[in-house]
């Protein structure tokens, strides 16, 4: 995606997410009080009833997230998994359940109003773990312990927790709520999942609204997506002994003198706006000119604008870095050239905090008895955040019970009590955003 | 070795070789006119008796080549290949044959009027190829192929040819030569074994000249020792995570601070002086602020002066660098600090072109019928060099015999008449050096 076009989109959506939220944000028969629509969600009793099938089927749920857990799926290798969480969401009840071209896992619930789009509900399919990692999970008491187990393993299974809960309560929505198993969603993935859903495949300019499940606690509600650019910066030239072709250019020289001005970029606190080179390399031995030189960089902001703007400064400062190398150096050879790949593209988003979505979410925690906490972070939900469709990225876990996110010592803490109770708030903003008849 | 010490050296060596070299050069009988000398030897019988000698035992001393060149001798890694050397030294029948702490393969062979002091005859023992590397010798005709086989592998052989012939034809020096295998002249060695026998072994200070015996063709003689430098620089930092932790010092920033700089020095065209930065690497992904940052540097120079003007000015330049990334970013975790680490020295030095052995040399080379190739380079040759005594690195090949040098399809030409003819010239740059009797 371009962020061209995002630099229109985002704009246009804050307004119409602050005049016109209802419109926007719901197509299901909805009161103007979110609040007041979770209250009644709670109270219902066939909400009491999911909520007791949630805490019936506990054991089920946690042995359904070891099951996937333990197929691999580093970045680019979840296929395995997919095709194991596709039989379970069919086993869970729904009827349409197919793998995308992307390798996504999408399992359609029709709602008994529908107006042709859906509400999706996604949880991620992919680690950050490379192949080779062991993934067996070992337990200690309620402590479950493995890498991705928690991120974000656990919430496939929670997912097919809440569709069988509805199915057991009777549950019917207003909207078709799509079930969604992304890849993609981790660092080099680059969201590809999410980015092929929107931009790509047959629910593209069908989805409404978004919620991504993730590992953490239920009262973390992400509803402002960070976005991304990431560039592997190459600079190549002739080479040559270091002794006989002194005088040449070097692509090092070029590089240092790019990441001298990048370093000299200003950039705003608020929206807040970054950038950083964080891996260099190049060179075949000391004693050599080298023919090459590499630098990767990461540039993030709140703002598209703002992203764009450092980007832009980043790509010219690269060429004149070239540039200038060619003027103060021989070029008898070559000259020094570069080359900007784009690694990484997350692009940057958020819903408005007066958006629907956020005040169910909100509402929901609060009557969980836990304090929301609106964070921004870079995940799934800033794909459709950047197009302007509401999404929020919501945790599903007990507040605490879950560490060392990305590290081979992950663990999350299955114990019964706080689990079941988070995954009911989090099954009541689901319900309370798609309209439970 | 400390450059001070040497600044001091080698322009009092200049004096003494200009208007002393009969009595610094030589301690045995010698006429006023090295190319008297040299006729005196090759119109000898018994140096004709040493060249058919030679010309007998060609194939011996292909096979000799051989066999060493199949024994891996990586840097750091020449032990077997020493020991076998060591073996067929004393075979060759040499009395006192020894290994030194370095490495170092010695072996003596007493002189008929020793003033106490030798005159080494070295060929080096350790290749730049790394172990595991196939070190099978290919034949093609008479082309011999394998890694290492001429530099300088064969040279180990042509000194047991040159032992051998010097018995076989009975023939006296007045001087007492060494003739040396040494470690570490390739690259990461940085020339440790030479370093060794001139500043600790038991023979330092008890070497009057010096003779590396290298694959080069037998008309190129180098009398210039280029010295060089090499540094590790690195630079670290508190890291931290890209977003997050923005405006945190990056390590990054301060050594391509450091590059630029180093970028700008001003070196002489003569004599040559250069520089260059030839690996980078550092971090750990691309979305941290790397805790660490590297490259390594290389600076040579044919002068002493300029090598440490340029080591001096770049050495001040990574602390400013560091220094001045502690000024413009947030250090309240760390500051960056930096660290140089010496990884190559190669001490500078020449051999006065009107030195007695360079006078034999080209001497010698012109009655083999040659055009003497007078060059400067980094050879074992520039340890003596930088400390004031005179050396040279010779050829013992014919012209263009062989080639692809450092690389794996590396080559010599083994043919008899070339091969002979050009071993019997570098014998007599030996004899007319040593005196003959």
Redesign the interface.
Known sequence: MKPTSSTFLLPALSIALSYATLVVGAAHAQTADPAAEVRRVLASPIYQSATAALDKEHGRIVEDGIKPTEIPAPPFGEKARAEEFAKMLKASGLSDVQIDPEGNVLGLRKGTRSDGKVVVVSAHLDTVFPAGTDVKVKRQGTKLYAPGIGDDTMSLSVLLGFVRAMKTAGISTCDDILFVGTVGEE?PGDLRGVRYLFTKGSYKDKIKSFFSVESGDVNRVTHGG?G?K?YRITFSGPGGH??GA?GTV?P??A??????EF?RIQVPAKP?T?????????????????VS?W????M?SESVDELKRVEDRMLKIVQEAADGENF?RSTKNAKITVEAKL??DRPAGNTDMKADIVQIAKAAIEAGGYTPDLNWSSTDSNMPMNLGIPALTIGRGGIGRNGRTHSLDEWEDVEKGPMVKAMATSLSIVLSATGME
Chains 1, 2 share one sequence.
């Not at 590089?255 to 001298?260: D, G, I, M, S």
């Not at 970054?274 to 080298?290: K, M, Q």
């Not at 630098?295 to 990461?298: F, H, R």
Request: net charge positive; aromatic share 10%.
């Open positions: 660092g960070v991304s990431r270091s002794f002194f070097n090092m020289f590089q240092a003198q790019a990441a001298v370093a807040k970054t950038y950083s080179i964080g891996l260099i390399g190049g060179g075949t031995s000391v004693n050599s000119i080298p030189s630098m990767e960089i990461d993030r103060a690694i990484g």
